[in-house]
C-alpha cells in the first residue's frame, strides 16, 4: 500500500487504534534492539539516508554519532506517545518549531520517510508485522506533514516579528541617544541599562533556541 502524502495544511491530531499502536512501539523497540543501541540504529538510518540523499550530510551540524542518538531518542519519544495524539501532536509542534531554520521539503522528507522505513524493514525482515509497518508509515507521514506546515505557518510571521521587534528596537536607540544629549550620564546610563535587559519577543514565540532531540540531516532528522 503506497504511503499517503504529507498532510502540510494542518496540524491535526493522529488517531491510530491501540492494536497499531502496540504494532509500531513494538517495531521499533525490536528494531533498536537488534541495530544493538539507540546509537547504532540512527546510523544505520542516517547512512541509508546520505544514500539516498548525499546532499544530506552536509547540513551535519554535530558528529555523525551524536546525530544518531539524538534521532533516534527523538523518535522513541515520539513511538512512546503515539496511543495520546494530543500529546504526539504537541512533540511534532515542538520538532517543528526547533526546526524552523531546517529546510523542509517534500522531497527531503519523502528522503527521510524512505531511509527510516527501509532501514527497519531491512534489519527485521519478517518479523516486522504489517499492521506495525503501516502505522509507522503514518507516524512518519504524520511527523513529515507537520513539520512543513509549521514551517510554512510560522516562519513569515516569526519573520515579521523580528522585523517589527528590530525597527522598535532601533527607534528606542536613536530616541535614547539624542536624550541623552539633554541629559546626565547618570540618568542616560540607567536608561540604557534598562533597554539592554529588554528580551527579543521572537525568542520567546520559537520556545528558545534549543537544538533538535531528532538532528538536522533532513527536515525530519
Not at 91 to 114: A, H, I, N, P, W
Not at 121 to 129: K, P, R, T, Y
Not at 195 to 221: H, I, N, W
Amino acid at each position: 500500500m503506497a504511503p499517503k502524502e504529507f498532510q502540510t495544511q494542518s496540524l491535526d491530531k493522529l488517531e491510530l487504534e491501540p492494536v497499531a499502536v502496540e504494532a509500531v512501539q513494538a517495531v521499533w523497540r525490536d528494531f533498536v534492539a537488534k541495530a544493538g543501541s539507540d546509537e547504532a540504529a540512527g546510523k544505520m538510518v542516517l547512512s541509508a539516508l546520505f544514500d539516498l540523499d548525499p546532499d544530506a550530510k552536509s547540513h551535519m551540524t554535530v558528529p555523525k554519532s551524536e546525530m544518531a542518538l539524538k534521532f533516534s531518542e527523538g523518535m522513541k519519544v515520539l513511538v512512546d506517545v503515539l496511543g495520546s495524539p494530543a500529546e504526539l501532536r504537541t512533540q511534532v509542534d515542538s520538532l517543528g518549531f526547533q526546526l524552523m531554520g531546517v529546510e523542509s521539503t517534500v522531497k527531503k522528507l519523502q528522503f527521510c520517510r524512505t531511509a527510516i522505513l527501509d532501514t527497519v524493514i531491512s534489519l527485521l525482515g519478517d518479523d516486522m508485522s504489517t499492521a506495525g509497518k503501516q502505522g509507522l508509515t503514518q507516524l512518519l507521514t504524520y511527523i513529515g506533514g507537520g513539520l512543513i506546515y509549521i514551517r510554512n505557518t510560522y516562519a513569515e510571521r516569526i519573520q515579521v516579528i523580528k522585523e517589527s521587534w528590530r525597527i522598535v528596537r532601533d527607534s528606542t536607540s536613536a530616541g535614547a541617544g539624542n536624550a541623552r544629549q539633554h541629559e546626565d550620564d547618570e540618568a542616560s546610563a540607567g536608561f540604557s541599562g534598562s533597554f539592554e535587559a529588554t528580551q527579543d519577543p521572537t525568542q520567546r514565540a520559537v520556545g528558545g533556541s534549543g537544538g533538535s532531540r531528532a538532528g538536522r540531516g533532513c527536515g525530519m532528522l
